[in-house]
């Protein structure tokens, strides 16, 4: 008898927008894998057994100071390789140039 686990994916996200009046943004994330089993019969005794479960887990902080621009601040740390952390940080500043519709040009 052939029995198996299917591949299992997801993730869960909050983002908070503190108040109207202030442009200030935060959130968190949280994404796991479960690699599953599959049964390739009797060859299974040759191949490694992964009991391993990739994770990852993140913090933002965003700022918009005014309507054409955004600051965000990132926080990672990856544990998708067996005994490695992987730590990282991102900073995007996004600015958007150009006519838009307060303006008649």
Do not use: C
């Not at 442009?23 to 060859?43: C, E, K």
């Not at 009991?51 to 601040?73: A, I």
């Amino acid at each position: 008898m052939s029995t198996s686990r299917p591949l299992l994916a997801a993730f869960v996200a909050l983002t908070v927008a503190w108040t109207a009046l202030w442009p200030l943004v935060s959130g968190a994330r949280y994404d796991q894998l479960d690699q599953g089993t599959i049964d390739y019969g009797r060859a299974n005794v040759f191949l490694p057994v992964a009991d391993f479960t990739p994770k990852r887990s993140s913090v933002m902080l965003d700022w918009s100071p005014s309507e054409f621009s955004r600051l965000r601040l990132q926080f990672s740390q990856s544990k998708t390789e067996p005994g490695v952390t992987d730590n990282q940080w991102f900073v995007q500043y996004i600015l958007s140039l150009g006519a838009h519709g307060a303006h008649k040009y």
